[in-house]
């Protein structure tokens, strides 16, 4: 499956440059995400704008399919990457670029339960307490099988039909790993020790 990693925030609120290439353990947070869904067996294509031109660079350095996207919005980017790369019918991941903590036993659990549930689309969530026991901030909320809930930013698409509400599976996942979406200095901060702790570094 196809995997769509969305690189083209400008990091306005790190204000540590393009937030893809914001290093974490001396590693840019997109490579992160890339070895985990490549490590999962799956075909990634970053999704970078002209917002973005040394993710661009990057990219192209190391050899990663890049499609360059118009910058015109999160979702719209999706569609238009997923069209001109004929994935219209196919069922594809998204992912944004700052999980670093992704890994490819969490993108192999999301497919197997998307599978087991055989809807058109997943999206993923981590319970709003367990965020907040890590110090990780919450934006969007929304109640998932009883529980205050945000996003994980992990999905599954189909882009046909996009433009209408599609019957998906809300999969709720109470795993640390997935509340570090780095936005704020202070989230860049949590995640730095967990991660180079973990590494020994």
Known sequence: MLALIMAGGEGSRLRMGEKPLVTICDRPMLSYVIDAFEAAGHEVVVVASYRTPFTRN?????????????????VEDILAAARDLGEEETPFFTSVSDLPCLTPDIITGVEDAWRRAGTPACSTWVPRDLCEAHGCRTQYTEIIDGTPACPAGINILTADGLDV?????????????????????????????????????
């Open 165 to 201: 509400p599609q019957e998906e599976l809300q999969l709720l996942l109470h795993d640390q790993r997935l509340v570090f979406n780095v936005n704020t200095r202070e989230e860049l901060l949590l995640v730095q020790e967990y991660l180079c702790r973990k590494q020994g570094l």
């Open 58 to 74: 990057w990219c192209r350095a190391r050899g990663f399919t890049l499609y360059g996207s118009e910058g015109l919005g999160y």
